[in-house]
């Protein structure tokens, strides 16, 4: 019987046999596919169809020096050993990228020696090898494993000795400030990142808001540079803004630049951009949903119509319920919670939010936003402007309402302000049982105990006396 050992044995022999066997046939399938007339065709998977879709994207007239440069590079991989970047064709297209500027190679590739057995490693590692005759930012070798040429170029071109200011093709203005911070890019980030953060910087951005600035959508950004510029200015004078809501006004700034080409960032402020960007969200969301339709049937729970008189001017409060995710967002909006996320509890009808209103003339004011389990019919909670406790006026009218049709009596008008979902709800309840439970439980043990005592005490004392006795 074949032991795990034995059967070990024989599976490295069998991966070395492979790996012969792959280093004997790739030189030969690589000369040939290199001198053939190299029609264009799809990779299907195999070493072959790869090899032969890369060369068949470089014109044996016109990129000579590309195929040659390619050819070189398979091999030199080969006689080392790479065989992990051969096979793979993201690593192969990293060597096609490298091979488009073959023709500005600073050292031999025939002497460049692997170093570690890492694939990400040794393709860097030939690729500083091949370009940097000067120190290059490490960050910048990771443009060779993407699509954008010109960001490969500028690493050719750091490496035989330019600045940054003299890069072909940079989109932004560089200023020797950014110029040091482009060179000092920690590993990690993308070149439009890259250069998103040293413009920050450069306009006198803190760390965190240019690393902000960084990773938002600003570095997505590739035209109308006049105007975008004018943002990271802005955003690089700003002490901090949240990351989401950056997001949000770059949303609405995009939408504005599209809309009115002569929008511009001039005498504009944090707080009132902020509060245009929200009133734009809030009008796309309202829209969207408009031509969604999101709506819900009704908990067929009543709603509420009191009217009392006070100086002599009718006051009317209204207990209205919100049936569609428009209402539930403007609910949100104007009592500044997030009742707008419950449309799905509303839509599967495990809840029912219902609006407080107090209506006097021709207008209204929201007081207090409800949410009722439909089945139990129990008030889950209710919330103020901003999450805050009712107020007297208003607790006054939800218990005329509970008492009309007839709802569950909770805590819910002193619970603290932050929100209780009903799952929380649920949770607690168990809580509340198991803590019963443990009190009781300890009641027992107690009762348990003394009487134990009592029994031991009779029996000594009894014992006592009959001593005596005899």
Partial sequence: METLLEKKVLETKDQTKDIAVFANKYVTLVEEIYTANNKPQGYTGTIASMLW??????????????????????????????????????????????????????????????????????????????????????????????????????????????????????EIAITSRMAHEFRHTPKGYSVPQALRRAQAIGYGANKEMAEAIAWSGLSRINRNEEFWNTVVQFFAKQKEVPFDKMGEI????????????????????????????????????????????????????????????EDEVTITYKIVELLNAQELYEEGYDMCHCVASYVDECFSGTSAIFSLRKYTKDSFEKLVTIEVDPVSREIIQAKSKHNEALSKEAEKIVEIWMKQVNLKQEEYLYTDQYEVRPEQHDQMNVFLDRTTSMQETSIDTEISAKTIFFIIYAIVKLMIVLSQIV
């Fill in 250 to 309: 770059l949303d609405y700034l995009s939408f504005s630049i599209r809309e009115h080409s002569d929008f511009s960032m001039r005498g504009r402020t944090l707080e009132a951009l902020t509060r245009q960007s929200d009133e734009w969200h809030r009008r796309m969301y309202m829209q969207r949903n408009a031509e969604n339709d999101v709506g819900w049937k009704s908990s067929k729970i009543k709603q509420l119509s009191y009217s009392t008189l």
């Fill in 53 to 170: 879709m890369f060369f068949s994207k470089m014109s044996k007239k016109r990129n000579t020096w590309k195929r040659k440069t390619f050819k070189n590079l398979l091999l030199s991989l080969h006689n080392q050993g790479c065989y992990t970047i051969l096979r793979r064709i993201e690593y192969v297209e990293v060597l096609s990228n490298i091979s488009s500027f073959g023709n500005r190679f600073v050292r031999n590739i025939e002497n460049w020696h692997k170093e570690t057995y890492v694939a990400e490693d040794q393709l860097l590692s030939l690729i500083e090898f091949c370009f940097a005759k000067y120190d290059v930012p490490k960050f910048l070798a990771s443009s060779f494993f993407e699509t954008q040429k010109k960001h490969m170029l500028w690493y050719v071109q750091l490496g035989i000795g330019k600045s940054v200011k003299s890069l072909s093709g940079v």
